[in-house]
């Protein structure tokens, strides 16, 4: 008996079939891998033309726009971890505070920093200064405050990631 194709006359090679199947494989992978290399070739030709993580280019009104909204929400989330501790009394609570930002100069203009020449991980801003951006950092309790006592704020910041990090104590007014 002699194998034959579905309304066809022909009779079925499988061999045929199966090198039909495997230049068809064959021409696929020539494609996907053609597409990879593009792909590839543009990946690392934004890379090398990348002078720096800033991000994507925003008008200075939206940078400004987004820095106040940072910084509200900034103020927010740190006032919400004050919270009553028995150490408030003595040393202290810390609080810390992470976020994202879309650009590197929303980051600079939230904390009214210029941009430096010599790249920095962590540094330390007067608490004046940071409550400058963030408004009064006071919550109250039962009887009394908390505010932020400690006399800096740090500042951490990942250039690379376009995140940043910032802590302080906490405690009695």
Same mark, same amino acid.
């Given at each position: ?25 064959? &021409?696929?992978?020539?494609?996907? #891998?053609? $597409?990879?290399?593009?792909? %590839? ?5 934004? *890379?090398? @033309? ?30 919400? &971890?004050?919270?009553?501790?028995? #150490?408030? $009394?003595?040393?202290?609570? %810390? ?5 994202? *930002?879309? @650009? ?50 740090? *500042? ?18």
């Amino acid at each position: 008996m002699v194998n034959k194709r579905r309304g066809s006359s022909e009779p079925l090679d499988p061999i045929a079939g199966i090198t039909v199947k495997k230049q068809h494989l064959q &021409q696929a992978y020539k494609d996907v #891998s053609t $597409k990879f290399a593009a792909v %590839r070739r543009e990946l690392d030709y934004e *890379v090398t @033309n990348k002078t720096t993580a800033a991000g994507p280019k925003i008008s200075n009104e939206q940078i400004r726009s987004k820095a106040n909204k940072l910084a509200n929400m900034m103020e927010s989330e740190i006032m919400k &971890q004050m919270k009553w501790q028995p #150490s408030c $009394k003595t040393k202290g609570k %810390r609080w810390t505070y992470s976020a994202m *930002v879309p @650009n590197a100069e929303v980051f600079f203009k939230l904390f009214n920093l210029g941009e430096e020449k010599k790249a920095w991980k962590q540094k330390k801003i007067p608490l004046e200064q940071f409550e400058s951006v963030t408004g009064e950092l006071r919550t109250s309790i039962r009887y009394g405050y908390l505010v932020v006592t400690s006399k800096d704020v740090t *500042v951490h910041w990942n250039r690379e990631e376009l995140s940043f990090s910032v802590s302080g104590l906490y405690g009695l007014a």
